[in-house]
């Protein structure tokens, strides 16, 4: 089995019991027909069907991508989704002859609706091969927007922001790919699926959040991992620290970063108080940053000045508050291995700071402009920008919190999300906890429906990065209990993986948000 494909059969991504799988190969072999599937596909006028596959047990493959090994048999049904006039997506359904009788429905990462199967394993997320594995049926549709960290495809051809096409990537594609996989499903297995469950983070996380709040019918269990709500001014967050040294003509070390990084970690008062420059504990935190002896020399107060308005986040010269900013514990450096992603302060070959692809792209699309580098963006620049955004982007923050239609379909929500996280900023998770709070009579009846969990230093959909996150296993785990058993978490197993030894390195459980010990600590501290 190859280093990539072996991961699709570990215990932190496998989570169902094979033996409980009912195999439904007779009635395949019957229903599953050009005819039968058109026969579904009749009442969409804008799915057309591709081809039918069945795939034997052992090996899958697609040219371009790493092999699947060990793969159980399945069907493919292949379709193309019309979603726009200009715009035509791969649409597929996954059938396993062996089946948990059970449906998943896949999303995306970034601004894309379909995750990199094919390579990207660390990153803890369900793609259709761990689906499979796990005896789902499976859909996923990419909307023709691709699956790496690009989001050009939101321009046409003359520059200009692809409205339609943002809008069936915003709301549409996924919703229509859920209810028609749900109808093929039944179809060719006879029955409903007893159970339907999406999984997603980052930009799918968000996907997952709009299922919820705008197709609340669609799903029965919902898992968002560090979801990408407030996402127009997250894009402003994600380019912050570029910003910063442009204007600031000063160059803070990567070792000073880090220093001020493990001082605050091994502070107690510090470690669970979101940043603030202005509260008391934070005040007396920075003032004894000075002079602090590092491998790059001794941090100057000039280093704090960049430093602090760095981890302060976006703040407009008039002096308003764009969006939370990364503060001094959230590690902002790449691993030594793994995806480069995660953590901006990490330098071009040319000495800029690198930035993340999707947030400076977003805002291309805000000023029309494909070529816009933020590099170069002076603060007047960033406020001009900042304030007059096409409204039409209103419609895309993905800020909407009433989950009151979506405890009437008695779906589930759950969302994770980490403290250490460097991609989105688990201050506005803890709003918005609060605001969707406003749409229920109490906590606890929120909390029928859905539920927060704050993983301590957890990265941003990653196991191995500054603290034990919830794996795909443990969390699909509880997630299925409460569904199927009315068994609600009230915490959740965490892990810090190690992927070259294939081992668990340390372990805990986050309990759900409204036990979170430290909810009171935190507002007592920033008073």
Excluded at 253 to 271: G, M, N
Aim: aromatic share 14%; with cysteine; hydrophobic share 35%.
């Amino acid at each position: 089995m190859n280093e990539v494909t072996k991961w699709f059969s570990n215990k932190i991504y496998t989570w169902m019991d094979k033996n409980e799988f009912v195999d439904m190969s007779a009635k395949m072999k019957e229903s599953c027909t050009e005819e039968n599937v058109q026969s579904i596909l009749a009442h969409y006028d804008n799915i057309r069907l591709i081809e039918i596959n069945y795939h034997p047990a052992g090996s899958y493959e697609e040219e371009g991508k790493t092999r699947l090994d060990n793969i159980d048999d399945f069907y493919e049904i292949r379709m193309e989704q019309q979603v726009t006039d200009r715009h035509t997506a791969h649409f597929r359904v996954y059938l396993p002859v062996r089946w948990n009788q059970r449906f998943m429905g896949i999303s995306g990462a970034g601004t894309n609706t379909e995750v990199d199967w094919f390579s990207a394993v660390r990153f803890n997320v369900i793609s259709w091969p761990m689906a499979l594995k796990n005896g789902y049926a499976a859909a996923v549709s990419n909307n023709d927007t691709g699956i790496r960290l690009d989001c050009s495809w939101g321009f046409e051809e003359n520059g200009q922001p692809d409205w339609d096409h943002i809008e069936a990537w915003a709301f549409g594609t996924i919703h229509e790919m859920t209810v028609c996989a749900k109808e093929l499903l039944a179809m060719v297995y006879g029955e409903e699926a007893k159970a339907s469950y999406m999984h997603g983070t980052s930009g799918g996380g968000r996907e997952v959040v709009t299922e919820a709040i705008r197709y609340p019918d669609d799903y029965d269990g919902l898992w968002a991992d560090a979801p990408s709500i407030d996402m127009v001014n997250l894009a402003f967050t994600c380019i912050w620290a570029a910003v910063v040294e442009n204007n600031e003509k000063h160059i803070v070390a990567l070792s000073k970063y880090k220093k001020a990084r493990e001082i605050a970690l091994h502070d107690p008062v510090l470690h669970y108080a979101p940043f603030h420059s202005q509260h008391t504990c934070w005040r007396n935190y920075i003032a004894n940053l000075l002079g602090v002896e590092t491998e790059d020399g001794p941090i100057t107060r000039r280093d704090i000045q960049v430093m602090v308005k760095t981890w302060e986040g976006p703040i407009l010269p008039d002096g308003r508050k764009v969006a939370y900013g990364f503060g001094p514990m959230i590690r902002q450096w790449p691993l030594p291995v793994g995806n480069p992603m995660y953590g901006y302060f990490q330098r071009l070959p040319d000495g800029r700071y690198s930035l993340m692809p999707i947030a400076e792209q977003f805002i291309r699309w805000f000023v029309a402009d494909p070529t816009f580098d933020a590099h170069n963006c002076t603060y007047e620049q960033f406020m001009s920008i900042y304030d007059n955004y096409n409204k039409r982007f209103e419609n895309y923050n993905f800020n909407e919190c009433d989950y009151s239609p979506f405890a009437r379909s008695g779906g589930k929500m759950m969302i994770t999300q980490g403290t250490g996280d460097c991609v989105v900023p688990y201050q506005q998770m803890m709003d918005y906890y609060m605001d969707a709070l406003e749409h229920f009579p109490s906590e606890k009846i929120l909390n029928d429906t859905f539920r927060l969990f704050m993983p301590d230093l957890a990265g941003h959909s990653i196991l191995d990065w500054s603290g034990p996150a919830v794996s795909i296993a443990d969390g699909m785990t509880a997630l299925t209990k409460w569904v199927e058993n009315g068994e609600g978490p009230d915490q959740i197993p965490t892990m810090l993986y190690d992927f070259a030894a294939d081992q668990v390195v340390e372990s805990s459980e986050v309990p759900v948000y409204n036990q979170w010990k430290y909810k009171q600590q935190i507002k007592s501290l920033l008073k």
